[in-house]
């Protein structure tokens, strides 16, 4: 079957660096997005990666490695407005998008 | 950017009516939309594909003759939640990719908050 996981919740201090891991298992692979939601909200687009390496965007990056099945999400310089559920979703060989269960991110002050 | 725009953003219903849900792509055509649902705390789940001019794909386990969903024309899909019960009451999202961006993003509407009595 195909499937992605991530942690369910970790917690993070304002202005500290934290790491959101994700691994998949999918019947092919056409890319891996990150999306963050706040509660009662529809997700917002974060980031999208197909090749190896590490993609940067502000205080967001995101990295891959296909062959490790694995992806992460880095948030620097963390705002209590970052206090949000990331989700995970990767692109199969049908272009069918799985979803992970995401993240939910506490950040304390 | 690319927006996708959903109507009503909240909606409360006495159980057995119906509530129609609809879904715009506002700068682009979409010839497919994607209807999820949430529930409270968990991750979001497809329940169809809406393909313009044709009939929607149905996810296992989800009825298509109390999900009605119709896509009638390249910006609109509607969703109807046919004879509603409490159990139905949840956050439905609806997406579209723009097929001018070759990213394969989803683009999301703001969600529809549905609560039965």
Known sequence: ?109 | GAVVSQHPSRVICKSGTSVKIECRSLDFQATTMFWYRQFPKQSLMLMATSNEGSKATYEQGVEKDKFLINHASLTLSTLTVTSAHPEDSSFYICSARDPGRGSGELFFGEGSRLTVL
């Open chain 1, 1 to 109: 079957g195909q499937n992605i996981d991530q942690p369910t919740e970790m917690t993070a201090t304002e202005g500290a660096i934290v790491q959101i891991n994700c691994t998949y298992q999918t019947s092919g692979f056409n890319g891996l997005f990150w999306y963050q939601q706040h509660a009662g909200e529809a997700p917002t687009f974060l980031s999208y990666n197909v090749l190896d390496g590490l993609e940067e965007k502000g205080r967001f990056s995101s990295f891959l490695s296909r062959s490790k099945g694995y992806s992460y999400l880095l948030l620097k310089e963390l705002q209590m407005k970052d206090s949000a559920s990331y989700l995970c979703a990767v692109t199969d060989s049908n272009y069918q998008l799985i979803w992970g269960a995401g993240t939910k991110l506490i950040i304390k002050p």
